[in-house]
């Protein structure tokens, strides 16, 4: 099945600096969505991006489907934006979606 | 609803109890999802409704899970029996559609077998 890989898998930074994180897939997808894991679990959408690039405030994302992976670019970074970011990909007439492990990100005062 | 409603948030269970784990997707969508997440994993499929119709349970780990969504909205995960590694968050997902669109999840039920 299609492989889903995060880099990297844990981040530490300052607050106010930027952060890139990137999902690398094995195959071709038709859908590909990134989302922040809060502490108590729920996955809350911040891209739907199978091509292109998107920005929401302080946050933007590319993905490169012909390259098979997909950008996230944290900008400004606070302590609210520390948490888990996940990468999740649907292959062609497929409705499973099928995420990587994770970047862990924790942001300093 | 605004979101995807699920309860109960948080289950204790002795090994050997029968749960049941409910999700109320958004209001209009199709599709539902179940996954289940054990810790510093992501998210794994379990089953697939499209409206009623169970299309797709392959993921279901035993024949102790069974699903249902009998009018095409609300739904039920049961685990019957339950064993120590059922340990996980139990997420359920919904969209308009099973293709091309945004999926949501909701807040998932964390249980816990003792």
């Known amino acids: 099945g299609i492989q889903v890989e995060q880099s990297p898998p844990d981040l530490i930074l300052q607050e106010g600096a930027n952060s890139t994180l990137r999902c690398n897939f094995s195959?071709?997808?038709?859908?590909l969505q990134w989302f922040h894991q809060n502490p108590w679990g729920q996955l809350i959408n911040l891209f739907y991006i199978p091509s292109g690039t998107k920005q929401n405030g302080r946050l933007s994302a590319t993905t490169v489907a012909t390259e098979r992976y997909s950008l996230l670019y944290i900008s400004s970074s606070q302590t609210t934006d520390s948490g888990v970011y996940v990468c999740a990909v649907r292959r062609d007439s497929s409705y499973k979606l099928i995420f990587g492990s994770g970047t862990r990100l924790l942001v300093r005062p | 609803g605004a979101g995807v409603s699920q309860s109960p948030r948080y289950k204790v269970a002795k090994r050997g109890q029968d749960v049941a784990l409910r999700c109320d997707p958004i209001s209009g969508h199709v599709s539902l999802f179940w996954y289940q997440q054990a810790l510093g994993q992501g998210p794994e499929f379990l089953t697939y409704f499209q409206n009623e119709a169970q299309l797709d349970k392959s993921g279901l780990p035993s024949d102790r899970f069974f699903a249902e969504r009998p009018e095409g909205s609300v739904s039920t995960l049961k685990i019957q029996r339950t064993q120590q590694e059922d340990s996980a968050v139990y997420l359920c997902?919904?969209?308009?559609?099973?293709?091309?669109?945004?999926?949501?999840f909701g807040e998932g039920s964390w249980l816990t077998v003792v």
């Open positions: 997902a919904s969209s308009l559609n099973g293709f091309g669109n945004t999926i949501y």
């Open positions: 195959d071709s997808v038709n859908n």
